[in-house]
């Protein structure tokens, strides 16, 4: 008697269940009213009872009440940058150019919803959120790294992220607050900025303190190595 057959695993649930749908329709409902309401727990709750949601759902769906609404609406803005940039073969491009199309392509996704957009930085821009606009710009940078094509493992992988992160801050401000045209400025000089230091430091040796403590602490410990 042979053996039944094992049960097919389940499913995996669809990515657009009911939480990640009712996400998407609240963040909708957040942005048309963020430009009378400010980005606060008011907005939640409005733009949760638009979508019929009691404040056990809401609770139950962004647990961090205007923190969540704003991780969600900067991956959103992630989402849609990444999507343009697809007709943008990035292999094609020097370094700095793929950095600049990238950069651009993210100010350009949030500039969509320009007005909400504002009113999310100032909510992340106030000192009990600092920690969170950090955050979400480490991510989008992560992203735009990762279609230029930075496959880095080392501390490169951390230094190119929280570099891209310092530029996306200000560049992000700049373009909600002071228009396409100076965000692009400030982006290409920051740019340029970053490729010299790259350069320089690409002719120095940053292990060599660190080389010299331990064959110091090498000598010591074993004695100093016999010549000839």
Not at 98 to 114: F, H, K, P, T, Y
Not at 181 to 192: G, L, T, W
Not at 205 to 227: C, I, N, Q, S, W
Request: proline fraction near 5%; charge should be neutral.
């Amino acid at each position: 008697m042979t053996e039944a057959a094992p049960a097919d695993p389940k499913p995996a649930p669809p990515k657009d269940d009911w939480a990640v749908r009712m996400e998407q329709a609240v963040l909708d409902a957040a942005i048309e009213r963020a430009p009378a309401l400010g980005w606060n727990s008011r907005l939640v709750r409005a733009a949760c009872e638009a979508n019929g949601l009691s404040l056990g759902d809401e609770e139950l769906l962004l647990p961090n009440g205007a923190r969540d609404l704003a991780v969600l609406l900067s991956r959103r803005h992630d989402s849609r940058a990444l999507k343009a940039l697809e007709a943008t073969p990035p292999e094609t491009m020097k370094i700095r150019q793929r950095i600049a199309a990238a950069v651009s392509a993210r100010l350009e996704a949030g500039a969509q919803d320009i007005e909400a957009a504002k009113r999310c930085a100032g909510f992340l821009a106030l000192p009990t959120n600092v920690d969170l606009g950090f955050k979400l710009a480490w991510e989008s940078a992560d992203h735009l790294w990762r279609w230029a094509g930075d496959t880095a493992t080392d501390q490169n992988h951390y230094s190119k992220r929280a570099i891209l992160g310092g530029i996306l801050i200000p560049a992000l401000t700049m373009r909600w607050f002071e228009g396409r045209e100076a965000a692009d400025a400030f982006v290409a000089r920051r740019i340029e900025n970053v490729m010299a230091f790259e350069k320089w430091k690409a002719g120095k040796d940053f292990d060599a303190p660190l080389k010299a403590v331990t064959e110091a602490l090498g000598r010591l410990r074993y004695g100093a190595k016999e010549t000839d």
